[in-house]
Nanobody
Framework: QVQLVESGGGLVQAGDSLRLSCAAS????????MGWFRQAPGKEREFVAA????????SYVDSVKGRFTISRDNAKNTVFLQMNNLKPEDTAVYYC????????????????????WGQGTQVTVSS
């Protein structure tokens, strides 16, 4: 089992940046693929980015490519989401998720791919 705690959300203006962090419990963090998802009011939870356990494979949803960067520090059991040039449509609750998997792949884009979830952190982007 792994427990996840997100932080770093907030209220920013369009064009600003935020860095989300997700701290994981346990001693086998590198054996988990990690993902970031977001859910806007009235909408389904959607995939944002994913990273393999060793960081060697990364994927993004098209709408954030070139603006968001996912990374991880396995020594600190933490995954990050650097969000630049934020837009009002990025407003959502952001969740990190974990999937036990040692393969070098980030091809996990469905919520059902991830058994472990954090509580979420709110990101609000004003225009």
């Amino acid at each position: 089992q792994v427990q996840l705690v997100e932080s770093g959300g907030g209220l920013v203006q369009a064009g600003d940046s935020l860095r989300l962090s997700c701290a994981a419990s346990g001693r086998t963090f590198s054996t988990y693929a990690m993902g970031w998802f977001r859910q806007a009011p009235g909408k389904e939870r959607e995939f944002v980015a994913a990273i393999s356990g060793n960081g060697g494979s990364i994927s993004y949803v098209d709408s954030v490519k070139g603006r968001f960067t996912i990374s991880r520090d396995n020594a600190k059991n933490t995954v990050f989401l650097q969000m630049n040039n934020l837009k009002p449509e990025d407003t959502a609750v952001y969740y990190c998720a974990a999937r036990p998997d040692t393969r070098i792949t980030s091809d996990y884009r469905r919520t059902r791919d991830y058994p472990y979830w954090g509580q979420g952190t709110q990101v609000t982007v004003s225009s």
